[in-house]
């Protein structure tokens, strides 16, 4: 080699591109660290806090969580009250890097929630279940990795635009595919009220026994009362959700004659080798067996 060639090989491997090694970025929650990682390819490593089937309402962070924001150069949060114990964390691992919350710029839904004698209004944090939300969940993570990773920001800006047009294209055929089911029966039974804002967005009505939070236990009130409205209503569509015990659903399901019709992935995706490893695979998921289970109504 001679002495020019080396110095032309030892000026590409310093040159910036080459040494950049890729930013660590912290995601709350699985759906994050899915949607960080479509935009950002190999330019960065992301740590998901609550994994696959985990439960980011009643997590717990531990100081082993703590030590995995170290050096990360962006940490990504849900907002809307589901993941508030990340600013907790941020303080106790002395993390002084920027936080992007995905949710900014969403028209929040609200709800009233009765426990025993008290009526309280609560924020829906599950935002990313209309795809359109998604859309923005996508720009506020692309404009985040843009700033703590100014490098690759083209590649960013290119990912998140292909990224964009698939989310998109499946809100469409969603949309599509709920219109051939007659809007009565467009009902249906899961744990959690954690499909709010894909009730509004593809006009389906979902029940359930537990609020917009895994935290607080439905009384054996609430149960009855639902239980009383599924016959009622001869409601026959009912679901069990990944993330959360499905005991009481499979209760409801005996008392009232309502057919489990499989698991649907609200909170959380599944591991690598599920059915819904991805925020797109989720929908995947869901979508067909909400439609097989209407059927039934
Ligand atoms: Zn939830």
Redesign the pocket.
Known sequence: MTGRTLLTVLLVLLSPAALAAPVKVVASFSVLGDIVRQIAGDHADVITLVGPNG???TFDPSPADAAKLADAALVVSNGLG?DGWLERLAKSADYKGAVAVASDGIQARHMTEVEGSTKKEVTD??AWQNLQNGVIYVRNIEAALEMADPTNATAYKHAAEKYTSELLALDAEIRLAFTAVPKAKRRVITS???FGYFGAAYGVDFLAPEG???ETEPSAGDVAKLVDQIRAEHIKSLFI?N??DARLVTIIGKETGAVVGGTLY??ALSPPDGPAPTYIAMFKNNVPKLIEGMARN
């Open positions: 439960d980011a309402h589901l944090p599950h959690h009220d954690a917009i939070s895994t959700e993330m959360t609200s909170d």
